[in-house]
């Protein structure tokens, strides 16, 4: 990206405008750009951190990571009613490395269109089919469970994300009337299902997870769930090595708050999956310490902070940056830059440990100056060198 072009994509976001000559001055990395989506609401306040933070990696290594921000949310969508301009999706599939979302969410537009026509329209159209969650306290008192230490809750939920009632299908009749009918259809395919299932068992494989628990409620749900039971354990005969079992939701919920630490890895549909990752987050500390990656094993993935955009709270500087920062980390990693990711996870560790947070999680600065903390951090805790020892 030309210097020019930068400075005039970072108009559009004040808050976006760290220093601008000292991040083109540094050798670029061989990767294609990271596409940076700052939102609507907090959205930009907390993206911004998590920008600086990658700028101070990038002193660090001396390397720049290519960016490009777009203005796609609500105040392009009053103007223009676009939210994924012709062209955005394929555009974003073919030239870029990874997505960088904040947050989605705007009064003026009570739908939520523009959020529906970026966000799941992101979602189906480039098929990232897993929603991954991971559920990590990262500080004792941040649990409002009793006697919670940090390796009781420490769990990945893989939710499924181009399915389910999320897909829009249905339809209303005689609306308005005392005889409406609305149906909401649920959408459960083989291949949806057999995929997440099987990307769940990969994943314990690989991290050495002895458990895959398995969310549902087929005792209800006779036919889309009863295919959920049967992939699910189609495919765990091809992992003896992993122990599968089974939950109905409403009583997952009832033992993740009872004894989080039985659970390693939990595959489970679109709607069960949306409500089970926000417990977890809220054990954990609350939705702004809550990261997620949208993941296609084969394709560009897109990663964002979970909570909200909160409106009432942009450009006030009390906006909780950790989910936002955090999921520059899941980012980091995934894009293969281990040694960035831990480095930047170091720098929350310390925050946390010190307590240099915003109010919501016990401590008393601002949004902006726990990104000078965590830029702090980062730019003196340590030489490349030690980070690969």
């Given amino acids: 990206m ?8 970072l108009g559009m976001f004040p808050a976006l405008a760290f220093t601008v000559p000292a991040l083109i001055k540094r050798q670029p990395l061989n990767m294609k ?56 999706m394929e555009d974003l599939r073919k030239n870029y490395s990874a997505i960088f979302l904040g947050a989605l969410g705007d009064p003026r537009i009570p739908d939520m269109a523009h959020g529906r026509e970026i966000l799941l329209g992101l979602r189906f159209g480039l098929d ?20 919670c230490r940090l390796e009781d809750l420490d769990f990945t939920v893989m939710r499924e994300n ?74 765990a005969a091809e992992y003896p090595g992993i122990e599968a079992e089974h939950f109905f939701i409403d009583a ?29 987050a809220q054990l954990q500390g609350g939705l702004g310490m809550a990261a997620s990656g949208n993941i296609n094993p084969e394709g560009v993935c897109l990663f964002e902070p979970v909570h909200g955009s909160a409106p009432k709270y942009a450009g006030k500087n009390v906006s909780n940056p950790f989910g936002a920062i955090l999921t520059l980390e899941l980012m980091l990693e995934h894009l293969g830059m281990a040694a960035w990711s831990r480095l930047l996870h170091a720098a929350v560790m310390s925050a946390l440990d010190e307590k240099a947070t915003t109010r919501d999680i016990g401590g008393k600065l601002g949004t902006t100056e ?12 340590c030489s490349i060198e030690s980070l690969n020892r």
């Fill in 2 to 9: 030309t210097h020019t072009r930068l400075r005039h994509y």
């Fill in 33 to 88: 750009p990271i596409a940076v989506i700052p939102g609507d609401g907090i959205g930009p306040d907390v993206i911004n951190e998590a920008l600086r933070a990658l700028h101070s990696l990038e002193e660090v290594f001396a390397t720049r990571v290519p960016l490009e921000i777009f203005d796609y949310g609500a105040e392009r969508w009053l103007r223009e009613k676009v939210g994924l301009p012709p062209g955005a």
């Fill in 128 to 147: 990232l089919y897993i929603n991954y969650r991971p559920i990590k306290l990262l500080r004792e008192d941040l649990c409002p469970l009793k006697n």
């Fill in 162 to 235: 181009t399915e389910g009632a999320y897909v829009g299908m249905g339809g209303i009749f005689k609306k308005g009337t005392p005889d409406e009918v609305a149906i909401q259809e649920d959408v459960n395919t083989r291949k949806g299902v057999e995929r997440i299932i099987r990307y769940a068992f990969e994943y314990a494989k690989r991290t050495g997870a002895r458990t895959v628990t398995m969310a549902d409620k087929s005792n209800a749900l006779g036919f889309g769930h009863d295919l959920w039971q049967r992939a699910f354990w189609e495919v």
């Fill in 252 to 280: 997952l919920t009832m033992q993740i708050v009872k004894n989080p630490a039985r659970f390693k890895v939990i595959v489970t549909c679109n709607m069960f999956g949306d409500i089970v990752t926000d417990l977890g």
């Fill in 370 to 381: 726990v990104g000078d903390y965590i830029c702090g951090k980062i730019k003196a805790s």
